[in-house]
């Protein structure tokens, strides 16, 4: 059966376009449609129902830590209390079953994984634990992003202190007499924060946003902005067939753990020191031309060389946008490429990512 | 507007003389959703009733863009090409697509009128 979050009935209220992803019956767009939420969000601020997401809280004592950095190849023992850093499962080939966001809470840690592959990580982190901790996916509380330049007001005015978090950190805190747990945080490219409250106050929440300014947001805005922020959708630019080093996230390794064990760390190794086959680049297409995934790439001789993952047209760039991976040799920036779209070759050239860059204050001090 | 005839592929046609000028509906723009890019059939092109004619794509898919009759292209709006924007904004107006020198007027017999249609696209968007 097809699953409902909590803002099942706002969504409704606000003229949603339901559709069914990863198994929920989520908002794809609203009234406004995917460029002016998209816009919208880069301008003033956007809520987004990411209650789809998993919210897995691992608890235990002091050994979890290192059981944990078993399976993720960050340096846990570093973070600080409600600090949190991007990570991913992967299998022993160093292919990615999910990335997510951990972060140390009291007690444990908390882990925010894809929809789609929630259940399975689950698993996957339970045997791997050998079911020596408390692990809960919890369906009864609600994530919610708020995005964009002005939540950072929008949301202080309803939850005091919010404002002061860091960048990539996250504290308890109240919203009336509620307990909330808030992070600094979000997948836009903009400043914003995730909330994660309990389901029966979530409505609640999101109309105090809306009657404050902000806009509910759909999914298929939060693809164009998450794409101009050059950041991966796991399915798409990302799976059991790429790995870190390929997806180059390699900035998501923790340095000190090059050396030491959790799967795929032999092939994270060897990659980091000897190279890539193929490498996950940006991409833009010298026309309006979109290019969306699966589209293939051909070198100057209209040789093959790789495969677009993810592409879109971006509303705030407005400019056709795509990413994939190509051949290591066609990764330099310029390279001029060749994109078949309906049976024509369209020219490209490798860019920098992300194609959107602002320049906001991460928090009180940028970090 | 009682000369303007619609297909099942949500395609408006309005006829002048022997030159038809052809769009998409307001309906199919909004099952579409932003429209970011529109490609048209070359002027002096030939094109077969329920061939291709175009493409448009949204923020969401790519959709082709049918000929609801037969006939040689004697122009094409670039305008809507520069800004694709327009198709939402004015889909039975200002952005139409391309004009026709009609080949069979005995085509147009399959085409629906206004009430057919707007019935024929209330049941298939439910």
């Known amino acids: 059966m097809i699953k409902k979050t909590s803002l099942y009935n706002l969504h409704k209220k606000c003229d949603a376009k339901l559709v069914n992803f990863a198994g929920y019956e989520m908002p794809i767009q609203y009234k406004d449609g995917i460029i002016q939420e998209h816009k919208f969000t880069r301008s003033n601020c956007g809520v987004f129902d990411v209650s789809h997401m998993g919210q897995l809280f691992v608890y235990g004592k002091e050994n979890l830590t290192t059981h944990l950095e078993n399976i993720f190849p960050i340096d846990l023992k570093k973070l600080n209390l409600n600090q949190s850093k991007y990570s991913f499962l992967m299998d022993d080939n160093a292919g990615i079953h999910d990335d997510l966001i951990i972060t140390k809470i009291t007690g444990g840690y908390l882990i925010i994984l894809n929809a789609a592959c929630k259940e399975n990580d689950l698993k ?9 901790y408390d692990l ?27 404002s002061k978090l860091k960048f990539m950190n996250g504290g308890n805190f109240k919203f009336l007499n509620i307990n909330i747990f808030i992070t600094r945080s979000g997948y836009t490219g903009e400043d914003g ?19 404050n300014e902000a806009k509910m947001i759909g999914l298929g805005a939060r693809d164009t902005l998450r794409m101009e922020a050059g950041l991966c959708l796991y399915g798409n630019d990302i799976d059991k067939n790429t790995t870190p080093i390929e997806a180059n996230l390699k900035w998501a390794i923790s340095k000190n753990r090059i050396n030491t064990d959790y799967p795929g760390s032999k092939i994270i190794k060897k990659q980091i020191q000897s190279g890539v086959e193929k490498i996950r680049v940006g991409i833009k297409p010298e026309n309006r031309v979109i290019a969306r995934g699966n589209t293939k790439i051909f070198n100057n001789d209209y040789k093959e060389i790789g495969k677009i993952t993810s592409g879109t047209f971006g509303p705030s760039v407005d400019h056709s946008i795509a990413m994939g991976y190509v051949d290591n040799q066609y990764s330099d920036l310029n390279t001029k490429l060749f994109l078949e779209v309906r049976g024509k070759k369209i020219p490209a050239n490798v860019c920098n990512l992300p194609f959107y860059k602002k320049n906001y204050i991460k928090g009180e001090i940028n970090v | 507007m009682s000369d303007v005839k619609y297909s099942k592929e949500h395609e408006w046609l309005k006829l002048d003389g022997d030159v038809a000028t052809i769009g998409i509906t307001k309906h199919a723009t909004e099952m ?3 429209i970011v890019f529109a490609e048209l059939p070359e002027k002096g092109s030939s094109v077969e009733k329920d061939g ?7 923020t969401k898919a ?15 709006n ?49």
Do not use: C
């Open chain 2, 62 to 76: 790519a959709s082709d863009v049918y000929t609801p009759v037969s006939g040689e292209v004697v122009d094409a």
């Open chain 1, 193 to 211: 924060f995730e909330i994660s409250i309990q389901n029966n106050h979530a409505e609640k929440f999101v109309q105090e946003m809306l009657n």
């Open chain 1, 136 to 162: 809960q996916l919890k369906e009864d509380l609600s994530l919610i992003a708020i995005q964009g330049p002005k939540a950072k007001d929008i949301l202080e005015k309803k939850v005091e202190g919010v």
């Open chain 2, 32 to 34: 579409l959703g932003d």
């Open chain 1, 124 to 132: 996957i982190i339970k045997k791997k634990l050998n079911n020596k």
């Open chain 2, 52 to 58: 291709t004619a175009g493409v448009v794509e949204s």
């Open chain 2, 78 to 126: 670039q305008t809507i090409v520069e800004d694709p924007s327009k198709i939402n904004a004015d889909p039975e107006g200002e952005a139409w697509f391309f004009k026709l020198k009609i080949k069979d007027v005995k085509e147009l017999d399959t085409l629906m009128n206004k009430d057919e249609y707007d019935k024929f696209a209330k049941e298939s968007s439910q």
